[in-house]
């Protein structure tokens, strides 16, 4: 199953869409290389109350720094995917490649990690999406750059048996003309489930342009920064922001709040759920977000209640901050349930 520069393919060329190789969990969205760039060098400036940090380095200097970690095959959707088919689910990845060695590596990449590829294209010319992390003490500050790509739903897309949940996320700022198909395949297949969690360019497109994906939301996910951007608000509070997402149209809306937990709401119930204990200081932080959002959407699709769901999330993001990049930490669904058995006591959802 491998990215090609010719049209799309359904995955009928793979998949005879009986019920027991459904495609269990389909991420949409832009693929990246990250470059890990460790900084010796640098200052970390907050406000009073600890927030709206900044970066900085000297100008007009030579910056030493300790090491450059190069990761393949990264980005929200993707790690997502990965993240699921750690956790035992059938996945598979929509997106977009260039035909240099970056876009084989993350081909190949994505393939190791059990993720199906039919649906990755490969375009001749064109390179694949690089970032830059520069990662300083446990954090980081990413420099993005997502090459213009022409976004298109695969050729008999719609043919074969759907899958289960959808996952999508980031996406170019030239995509936004490719929501509109995305959301009319859904309305069309009202069984699958959708999980949408934007990234920067859809929070900058506005949720009215994005009215249709909202709307056709199961279960929404951002973290309290990004909900502020998308309602248009300085509200903090994130009982109302849950509510306010949920006036978007999504199901469940939940707001993770960094170290200090995680915030979900369903209309009929608000819950808080702590963070798993580290079992040492986290070694860096790039991908812990996602890896909660894909471990909640991959534990409802395993059968699971929000809040055992929930209870899942956080074990992961502990395991991924331990390791460099968004997948090295990523759990299998034994290793995940191993921490759920030796879990503190309070370590439950519960109501606010």
């Given at each position: 199953m491998n990215g090609t520069t010719a049209p799309f393919f359904s995955f009928s060329?793979?998949?005879?869409?009986?019920?027991?190789?459904?495609?269990?969990?389909?991420?949409?969205?832009?693929?990246?290389?990250?470059?890990?760039?460790?900084?010796?060098?640098?200052?970390?400036?907050?406000?009073?109350?600890?927030?709206?940090c900044r970066l900085s380095l000297r100008f007009k200097d030579k910056i030493p720094y300790e090491s450059v970690t190069v990761v393949p095959a990264v980005g929200n959707s993707p790690n997502a995917a990965v993240t699921a088919a750690r956790l035992g689910l059938r996945a598979a990845l929509l997106t977009n490649l260039g035909d240099d060695e970056n876009g084989a590596a993350a081909l190949a990449?994505?393939?190791?990690?059990?993720?199906?590829?039919?649906?990755?294209?490969?375009?001749?010319?064109?390179?694949?999406?690089?970032?830059?992390?520069?990662?300083?003490?446990?954090?980081?500050?990413i420099l993005i750059k997502h090459e213009e790509y022409p976004y298109e739903l695969p050729l008999d897309f719609a043919r074969g048996k759907p899958p289960a949940w959808v996952y999508l996320s980031s996406l170019g700022e030239h995509s936004l003309t490719f929501h509109q198909p995305i959301a009319d395949y859904l309305a069309a297949q009202p069984e699958i489930?959708?999980?949408?969690?934007?990234?920067?360019?859809?929070?900058?497109?506005?949720?009215?342009?994005?009215a249709a994906i909202y709307r056709r939301t199961d279960i929404f996910f951002s973290n309290l920064e990004e909900a502020q951007r998308i309602l248009a608000t300085?509200?903090?509070?994130?009982?109302?922001?849950?509510?306010?997402?949920?006036?978007?149209?999504?199901?469940?809306?939940?707001?993770?709040?960094?170290?200090?937990?995680?915030?979900?709401?369903?209309?009929?119930?608000?819950?808080?759920?702590?963070?798993?204990?580290?079992?040492?200081?986290?070694?860096?932080?790039?991908?812990?977000?996602?890896?909660?959002?894909?471990?909640?959407?991959?534990?409802?699709?395993?059968?699971?209640?929000?809040?055992?769901a929930l209870r899942w999330g956080p074990v992961n993001s502990m395991s991924v901050v331990q390791q460099i990049g968004a997948q090295a930490g990523l759990l299998t669904r034994a290793q995940l349930e191993n921490y759920l058995k030796t879990a503190p006591t309070d370590y439950q959802p519960h109501e606010v």
């Open positions: 060329l793979c998949y005879t869409y009986s019920v027991e190789n459904q495609v269990e969990f389909l991420g949409i969205g832009d693929i990246v290389t990250d470059a890990f760039i460790k900084l010796k060098e640098a200052e970390v400036k907050c406000d009073a109350r600890g927030e709206n990449a994505l393939q190791a990690n059990g993720v199906a590829t039919t649906w990755v294209k490969q375009h001749a010319g064109q390179k694949t999406n690089y970032h830059y992390v520069l990662w300083f003490g446990d954090d980081r500050t489930k959708l999980a949408f969690q934007p990234g920067t360019y859809q929070i900058k497109f506005g949720a009215a342009a994005l300085d509200e903090a509070t994130p009982k109302k922001l849950l509510a306010g997402i949920r006036t978007l149209g999504p199901k469940i809306a939940v707001i993770t709040d960094g170290k200090k937990g995680a915030y979900a709401s369903d209309g009929a119930q608000t819950l808080f759920m702590p963070p798993y204990p580290d079992p040492k200081p986290p070694l860096e932080r790039t991908g812990a977000g996602d890896a909660f959002s894909a471990t909640v959407t991959a534990a409802l699709a395993i059968g699971l209640p929000l809040a055992e």
